[in-house]
C-alpha cells in the first residue's frame, strides 16, 4: 500500500525537484479516478461553483457547499493530498472565522485548506498553521477578488504589480503556507517566485517553471464550453457524452432498449402461480 501525501510530502518533492501534479475533483467518483491515476493533490476547489453548479463566479459559493464536496471526494479515502478551498468570505473578516472555518472543512475530511490572498491575509494564515492547520495560499490572479480588480486579468505584466505578487507569495511562506498556487501570471514572475521560496509553488496558467501545476478537471476532461486560455483539454468527454445520451435517447423511443440481455424474469413456475392467483382473484 503506497503512502498517504501530506504537506511535508509536497514540499521534499520541490527539495528533489521532482514536479508535482495537482488537479480539482468534487466527487467521489471523480477523486475515486484521479487518485488512481497517480496525481499528487486533489483540490476541491471553489471553481465548483462554476462548473457544477452554475455559478457565474466563485463569488456566492458557501461554506456549506464546500464541506458537501469535501464529504464526498473524502469518501474515496485518496492516498493524494486532499485540500479544501475556503469560499469567498469564511476567513476574511477574522482570525476567529478563518480558523473556525478551516477546521469546519478539515472536520469534513481536508487535510490542508486553501486561500487567496497576500500580506491582507497572512494573519488568518498564522492563526490557521497555530491551530494544526496546514495552509497553501494563492497568488496572483485571485477570483475572490475579481469585482476589485476588473474582472480575470493576466497578473504581473507590470513591474509593479509583479513586485506586489512577489511580495504576497513571500509572505504567505512567511505566515507558514506549506505551497503556493500562482494563477494566471506572468512566467517570468512564477519562475522568480518559485526561485525565491523554500515551499513549493502550483501553478495555472503561470508557466512551466513552477514547482507543479493544477487544472481544473472539467477543463482537461473537455467538459467547460468557455475554458480558460491556458488550460489543456486531454479529452472531449462533451462529444462522448452527447453521443452516448443521443443513442439511449434513440433507442428508447423504438423500443430498443432495454434489450432481453437486459431483462430480468420470474422462474416459469412462479410467474404460472402468480397468473393462477391473479386469476382466482
Request: net charge neutral; aromatic share 4%.
Amino acid at each position: 500500500m503506497k503512502k498517504k501525501i501530506m504537506p511535508v510530502d509536497l514540499v521534499k518533492k520541490k527539495k528533489r525537484g521532482e514536479k508535482i501534479v495537482m488537479i480539482t475533483a468534487y466527487d467521489y467518483p471523480t477523486a475515486r479516478l484521479v487518485d488512481e491515476a497517480g496525481v499528487d493533490a486533489i483540490l476541491v476547489g471553489d471553481s465548483l461553483g462554476m462548473v457544477v453548479l452554475g455559478y457565474e463566479s466563485t463569488l456566492p459559493v458557501t461554506m456549506d457547499e464546500m464541506l458537501h464536496h469535501i464529504r464526498a471526494v473524502a469518501r474515496a479515502k485518496p492516498r493524494a493530498l486532499v485540500i479544501g478551498d475556503m469560499p469567498f468570505l469564511s476567513y476574511e473578516t477574522s482570525r476567529r472565522d478563518a480558523v473556525l472555518n478551516a477546521g469546519l472543512m478539515i472536520k469534513a475530511g481536508a487535510e490542508a485548506v486553501k486561500i487567496e490572498g497576500g500580506v491582507e491575509v497572512v494573519d488568518k494564515v498564522e492563526a490557521m498553521v497555530k491551530a494544526g492547520i496546514p495552509v497553501m495560499g494563492h497568488v496572483g490572479l485571485t477570483p475572490q477578488r475579481m469585482l476589485r480588480i476588473g474582472g480575470y486579468k493576466l497578473m504581473g505584466k507590470k513591474v509593479d504589480i509583479a513586485e506586489k505578487v512577489i511580495e504576497d507569495a513571500k509572505a504567505l511562506e512567511d505566515a507558514g503556507a506549506f505551497a503556493v498556487v500562482i494563477e494566471f501570471t506572468v512566467a517570468e514572475v512564477a519562475r522568480i517566485i518559485t526561485e525565491k521560496l523554500s515551499i513549493p509553488t502550483i501553478c495555472i496558467g503561470s508557466g512551466p517553471w513552477c514547482d507543479g501545476q493544477v487544472l481544473v478537471i472539467h477543463d482537461v476532461l473537455g467538459l467547460t464550453p468557455n475554458p480558460p486560455p491556458f488550460a489543456k483539454k486531454y479529452a472531449d468527454l462533451s462529444r462522448i457524452i452527447l453521443e452516448a445520451v443521443k443513442r439511449y435517447s434513440e433507442e428508447v423511443r423504438a423500443g430498443l432498449f432495454p434489450g432481453e440481455e437486459h431483462t430480468l424474469h420470474m422462474s416459469r413456475e412462479e410467474y404460472e402461480e402468480l397468473l393462477r392467483r391473479i386469476k382466482k382473484e
